[in-house]
C-alpha cells in the first residue's frame, strides 16, 4: 500500500528555518513530479513548489528566493527548505507525488510562523 508522509513540520519564530521531508513507500514506481502545496485557514490549497524527474523547479511568486525544493530519487524523497520564514506561511503544508498512473497526497504537517 503506497503511503506518502510528510515530517518537519513545528513552531518557528518569523525569520527563522524549517526543512520539511517528504518520503513515498510502498511499491510506488515511475514518479514524475514531487511537490509541495499548503493551506492556510480559510483559504484554498495552493502550490508552494514543483520538482520533476529532471530535476526542475518551480515555485510560487511568495515563496521565490526563500524556499527551495530538492528530491532524492532513490529515496523516494523530496524536501522543502523554508528560509526567512514570515508568519504568512503558515499553513498545513501537503506533498504531492504524481505518477503516471496517479496522483498521491500525504495527510500534511502543520507549519506555524510566530511574529
Known amino acids: 500500500q503506497v503511503q506518502v508522509v510528510e515530517s518537519g513540520g513545528g513552531l518557528v519564530q518569523a525569520g527563522g528555518s524549517l526543512r520539511l521531508s517528504c518520503a513515498a513507500s510502498g511499491g510506488i514506481f515511475s514518479i514524475n513530479n514531487m511537490g509541495w502545496y499548503r493551506q492556510a485557514p480559510g483559504k484554498q490549497r495552493e502550490l508552494v513548489a514543483v520538482i520533476t524527474s529532471g530535476g526542475s523547479t518551480n515555485y510560487a511568486d511568495s515563496v521565490k528566493g526563500r524556499f527551495t525544493i530538492s528530491r532524492d530519487n532513490a529515496k523516494n524523497t523530496v524536501y522543502l527548505q523554508m528560509n526567512s520564514l514570515k508568519p504568512e506561511d503558515t499553513a498545513v503544508y501537503y506533498c504531492?507525488?504524481?505518477?503516471?498512473?496517479?496522483?498521491?497526497w500525504g495527510k500534511g504537517t502543520l507549519v506555524t510562523v510566530s511574529s
Open positions: 504531492k507525488v504524481v505518477t503516471y498512473r496517479r496522483d498521491y
